[in-house]
């Protein structure tokens, strides 16, 4: 969340641990219910939620990880744009799998059209990320300076 960055590390960790404990709630919640609904589309969704529960777990850490690092100042946040990106193909990822996921359930074709696509497209947003990331670090460093140096 790149919006956090002025946040103490404190705040950013314990709000990126609510977030992890209430999407831990919800599995728990989706599984309770899967007795209760009979539809066989929610019980697949539930599968697969259940499949690809430590992929989202991985993903959780790797962007809290981010945040964490975005949040010291500049030599110390250089390795956050690297984690994002890396987080973000994980993302990717897990699109990929649902849609193969969506594929099963009404017989469609995306998935292959989306898997051809994933060569290109997981470099370019990786790349994407990692720019914009340290294009951000950069910005902050030539731009805090001068705002400082101004007088009123």
């Keep these: 969340m790149w919006h956090d960055r002025n ?8 709000s990126r641990m609510m977030l992890i404990i209430c999407f831990l709630i919800v599995v728990v919640l989706t599984n309770i219910l ?4 009979p539809n066989p589309i929610y019980q697949s969704g539930v599968m697969f939620l259940n499949t690809n529960f430590w992929l989202f777990i991985l993903i959780a850490v790797i962007f809290l990880a981010a945040d964490l690092f975005g949040a010291f100042p500049f030599p110390l946040n250089l390795p956050a744009p690297i984690i994002r990106a890396f987080g973000s193909v994980f993302c990717i990822a897990f699109i990929l799998l649902f849609f193969q996921w ?7 074709t995306l998935y292959q059209f989306f898997w051809l696509t994933s060569f ?7 790349l994407i990320v990692l720019a914009s ?20």
């Design 120 to 126: 290109i497209l997981v470099p370019i947003v990786f």
């Design 133 to 152: 990331g340290y294009y951000e670090i950069m910005r902050k460093l030539w731009w805090q300076p001068k705002l400082d140096q101004e007088p009123e």
């Design 102 to 108: 969506f594929d099963t359930i009404y017989g469609t």
């Design 7 to 14: 946040k103490p590390l404190s705040w950013i960790f314990v």
């Design 34 to 37: 899967i007795f209760y609904v």
